[in-house]
């Protein structure tokens, strides 16, 4: 089946403009995940979503990140008025809890480059 | 507060040999578990292995192994009869088993394999 899909690829962004990232997680996983991972780094955890209830949000850098999931499935990660400290590879994963390892599958990524 | 250590530098590894990748954890959590995953130069994070800390037997999949030492916090990865496409970054991951399920990453090793 179709695995964690992220859209754009690739975004390229003046700095002080508003960006959306997407994630589509597997069908059926009910945990979703956003990391981000900056150039030579390992992954920074950011915000989890599980099924219903309130989101982990304790790894959000600023209040200037948000993120939401709308009806359990795709999610909306959102940074404002951008920085240059932004610029990074944002990763969503996504997982079914209950599996024996509840292992995440990530997605491809968004290159952001804030200019 | 979960932490992963990964300190290597670059390895380099002669196709056909085998290679180990380091990583110590620090958890206060008696029940936890520790993946690898693989990021080639494209990108995205491939799963390898999982070891849960009451594993009794540590984990193997194919040509990857776990040396799981609980008493010296370590979880070695080792890859055995390395071919090219070996050739990536390995980051260990360390999930807690509270409400979130949040992957804590290593810093990555990278590794090249000759030829």
């Known amino acids: 089946g179709a695995g964690v899909s992220q859209s754009p690829s690739n975004k390229v962004t003046e700095k002080g403009k508003d960006v959306e990232l997407r994630c589509d997680p597997i069908?059926?996983?009910?945990?979703l995940y956003w990391y981000r991972q900056s150039l030579g780094q390992g992954l920074e955890f950011l915000i989890y979503f599980q099924g219903n209830s309130a989101p982990d949000k304790s790894g959000l850098p600023s209040d200037r990140f948000s993120a939401e999931r709308t009806g359990g499935s795709v999610s909306t990660l959102t940074i404002q008025r951008t920085q240059q400290e932004d610029s990074a590879v944002y990763l969503c994963?996504?997982?079914?809890?209950?599996?024996?390892?509840?292992?995440?599958?990530f997605g491809p990524g968004t290159r952001l480059t804030v200019l | 507060a979960q932490k992963i250590t990964q300190t290597q530098p670059g390895m380099f590894v002669q196709e056909k040999e085998a290679v180990t990748l380091d990583c110590t954890y620090d958890t206060s959590d008696p029940s936890y578990g520790l993946f690898w995953y693989k990021q080639p130069s494209s990108g995205e994070m491939i799963f390898l292995i999982y070891q849960g800390s009451y594993d009794q037997q540590n984990a193997t999949e194919g040509r990857y192994s776990l040396n799981f030492q609980k008493a010296r916090k370590s979880a070695n990865l080792v890859i055995s009869a390395s071919q090219l496409g070996d050739s990536a970054m390995y980051f260990c991951a360390m999930r807690d088993t509270g409400a979130n399920s949040k992957l804590t990453f290593g810093k990555g090793i990278t590794l090249s394999v000759r030829p």
């Open positions: 994963a996504s997982s079914s809890q209950g599996a024996s390892y509840n292992e995440q599958f």
């Open positions: 069908s059926g996983h009910t945990a």
